[in-house]
């Protein structure tokens, strides 16, 4: 369980869509306008891990092979994304819209956020710390999901409303990017060495 959380914490903490997102809201709109935005990402991000254990649960778990190749493609997918946060240059690229996207903005942004569907199949996927009780894992899953998903969003959301105000050198911005990028691949390293 503490490899699932620590999976977990490592997969939130690095940037995606719905984390730069919330951190650019914060940074535009402040804390009030991204607190609505903050509450479609966490509906958003339970529909989809809805989406995910009760339509691939099944066919994950009757076939090996399917949930190896699920498995691979999100590990897969998690590469590119360390690879392309480390050789991103340095500046941290918050996104920003020209108006606050709101709860059900926040929804949809989930809802074809491929980070969102290759975290959860990993998660749900893998790290199978119950097997006898899989419905019991998969609830005790979301639970902890949940409690580090709340106060690692809230962080980027701070992170947006008071890093735009600082002036970073070039290299302090390259050493965050990289940073961010091993913490996506220590979640891959976590989902291979765990027990299956």
Same mark, same amino acid.
């Given at each position: 369980?503490?490899?699932?959380?620590? #999976?977990?914490?490592? %997969?939130?903490?690095?940037?995606?869509?719905?984390?730069? $997102?919330?951190?650019?809201?914060?940074?535009?709109?402040?804390? /009030?306008?991204?607190?609505?935005?903050?509450?479609? &990402?966490?509906?958003? $991000? @339970? !529909?989809?891990? +809805?989406?995910?254990?009760?339509?691939?649960?099944?066919?994950?778990?009757? @076939?090996?092979?399917? /949930?190896?190749?699920?498995?691979?493609?999100?590990?897969?997918?998690?590469?590119?994304?360390?690879? /392309?946060?480390? %050789?991103?240059?340095?500046?941290?690229?918050?996104?920003?819209?020209?108006?606050?996207?709101?709860?059900?903005? #926040?929804?949809?942004?989930?809802?074809?956020?491929?980070?969102?569907?290759?975290? *959860?199949?990993?998660?749900?996927?893998?790290?199978?710390?119950?097997?006898?009780? +899989?419905?019991?894992?998969?609830?005790?899953?979301?639970?902890?999901? *949940?409690?580090?998903?709340?106060?690692?969003? &809230?962080?980027? !959301?701070?992170?947006?409303?008071? &890093?735009? /105000? +600082?002036? %970073?050198?070039?290299?302090?911005?390259?050493?965050?990017?990289?940073?961010?990028?091993?913490?996506?691949?220590?979640?891959?390293? +976590?989902?291979?060495?765990a027990p299956k």
């Amino acid at each position: 369980m503490f490899t699932f959380a620590a #999976a977990v914490f490592f %997969l939130l903490i690095t940037p995606g869509p719905g984390v730069l $997102t919330i951190a650019g809201v914060g940074s535009a709109y402040g804390w /009030r306008a991204a607190m609505s935005f903050f509450a479609g &990402l966490f509906v958003g $991000t @339970n !529909l989809v891990a +809805l989406g995910v254990v009760s339509g691939l649960a099944a066919i994950v778990l009757a @076939n090996d092979n399917i /949930r190896l190749v699920l498995f691979v493609a999100s590990a897969c997918y998690l590469v590119y994304l360390a690879a /392309r946060i480390a %050789l991103s240059g340095a500046k941290i690229a918050f996104i920003k819209t020209a108006k606050p996207p709101g709860f059900w903005g #926040a929804i949809m942004l989930q809802a074809i956020n491929p980070k969102a569907y290759a975290v *959860n199949t990993t998660l749900f996927g893998g790290f199978a710390f119950m097997p006898q009780d +899989l419905a019991t894992e998969t609830l005790i899953k979301f639970v902890i999901i *949940n409690m580090i998903w709340i106060p690692v969003h &809230l962080l980027w !959301l701070y992170a947006g409303v008071t &890093l735009h /105000r +600082l002036d %970073l050198p070039a290299k302090t911005q390259t050493t965050i990017n990289i940073t961010m990028a091993l913490s996506m691949l220590a979640v891959v390293a +976590l989902a291979i060495l765990a027990p299956k």
